[in-house]
């Protein structure tokens, strides 16, 4: 057997990269069964300046947004027990047809997010997904910016 190695070392450039998170204000209202997802998108949401409240399912979801309605925007896990989360957007709707909806889903099928999407979800984010790029899509869904129905990210 015999090993070739390159004789010089090949130069490696440090680049020190800060991403630039974008933050905002608002209520967020993240519906996921996930206990660690819940947890890990309400710590990022948090730490972009947003107040965040979770429910485990799509009723519990469902009942918080009912009780208040003061949420601007909802991040809606597809595949749920209880309620899922095409049947949780309609419900949403009905109670608020303007209510911004971000379907946050690693497992929806396509015709339930293409459904949601064409009655009124603002956006779909595949998991996993990358903070910033939540932060993001959250930040224009508020601010009402246009954004296209379709995988954003």
Known sequence: IRLYFPSTVPEVVERSVTPTLRS?????????????????????MERAGYQVECAKDGLEGYE??????????????????????????AKLRELDPHVKVVIVS????????????????????DKPYRSEELIDVVAKV?????LHPGRVA
Request: hydrophobic share 45%.
């Open 24 to 44: 905002g204000t608002g209520k967020v209202l993240v519906i996921d069964d996930e206990p660690l997802v819940r947890s890990v998108t309400q710590r990022c």
């Open 64 to 89: 918080r947004f009912a009780r208040t309605r003061d949420f601007d925007v909802v991040l809606l896990d597809m595949g749920m027990p209880v309620m899922g989360g095409a049947e949780c957007f």
């Open 106 to 125: 690693g497992y929806a099928s396509e015709q339930e997010a293409a459904e949601c999407l064409a009655n009124g979800a603002l956006a779909f984010v």
């Open 142 to 146: 508020i601010a009402g910016a246009a």
